[in-house]
T-cell receptor, first 112, second 115 residues
Framework: EAGVVQSPRYKIIEKKQPVAFWCNPI?????LYWYRQNLGQGPELLIR????????DSQLPKDRFSAERLKGVDSTLKIQPAELGDSAVYLC??????????FGQGTRLTVV | DAKTTQPPSMDCAEGRAANLPCNHS???????VYWYRQIHSQGPQYIIH???NNETNEMASLIITEDRKSSTLILPHATLRDTAVYYC????????????????FGQGTILTVHP
């Protein structure tokens, strides 16, 4: 069974440019999470979806970050415009309800 | 969410048991104890979880104290591949609000297994 798939694996962009990350969760998992992990820190939740509804986006910087999960399956996280401080690993995870969450490999973003 | 406290780092000899402690003295009745680990350059990996009884699976054992204020993750025979950051997390299972299901990561314990 395929795990959580994220792409791209790595991304380097100049500041002020837009960037998007894609996540395909495990089949049948209705809950999807986006996390951000800064170097040397634990992951921090950005947004959590139940199907297509964002049930917790309190930590998402809404001035430049947006996310969507239109059909309740795969999801896209966008940053526009990117800042130097956005350099981090962006992790996607999925679960069936409140069961254990499984994480993808992450996208390492470098803003220069 | 209840906070957890873990030692920043631990060492273990290969083949020996690794016992990773976690303090969660403010845990609530509707919160489970979860353990994840993160090997360098990978996403976090689920290990085990429990409510109040001890749990065991193919990866590890979880011992939760009777008052549920602390727990220990046990890797019975550590290998070099177990070198990772181990996160202890308390997770609300259901509260009728938006906090349920949320995984809040702390700093974790860096476990180094040496030959």
């Amino acid at each position: 069974e395929a795990g959580v798939v994220q792409s791209p694996r790595y991304k380097i962009i100049e500041k002020k440019q837009p960037v998007a990350f894609w996540c395909n969760p495990i089949s049948g998992h209705n809950t999807l999470y986006w996390y951000r992990q800064n170097l040397g820190q634990g992951p921090e939740l950005l947004i959590r979806y139940e199907n297509e509804e964002a049930v917790d986006d309190s930590q998402l910087p809404k001035d430049r970050f947006s996310a969507e999960r239109l059909k309740g399956v795969d999801s896209t996280l966008k940053i526009q415009p990117a800042e130097l401080g956005d350099s981090a690993v962006y992790l996607c995870a999925s679960s069936f309800g409140n069961h254990e969450a499984f994480f993808g490999q992450g996208t390492r973003l470098t803003v220069v | 969410d209840a906070k957890t406290t873990q030692p920043p780092s631990m060492d273990c000899a290969e083949g020996r048991a690794a016992n990773l402690p976690c303090n969660h003295s403010t845990i609530s009745g509707n919160e489970y104890v979860y353990w994840y680990r993160q090997i360098h350059s990978q996403g976090p990996q689920y290990i085990i979880h429990g409510l109040k009884n001890n749990e065991t699976n193919e990866m590890a054992s979880l011992i939760i104290t009777e008052d549920r204020k602390s727990s220990t993750l046990i890797l019975p025979h550590a290998t070099l591949r177990d070198t990772a950051v181990y996160y202890c997390i308390v997770r609300v299972i259901y509260d009728g609000g938006t906090s349920y299901g949320k995984l809040t990561f702390g700093q974790g314990t860096i476990l180094t297994v040496h030959p």
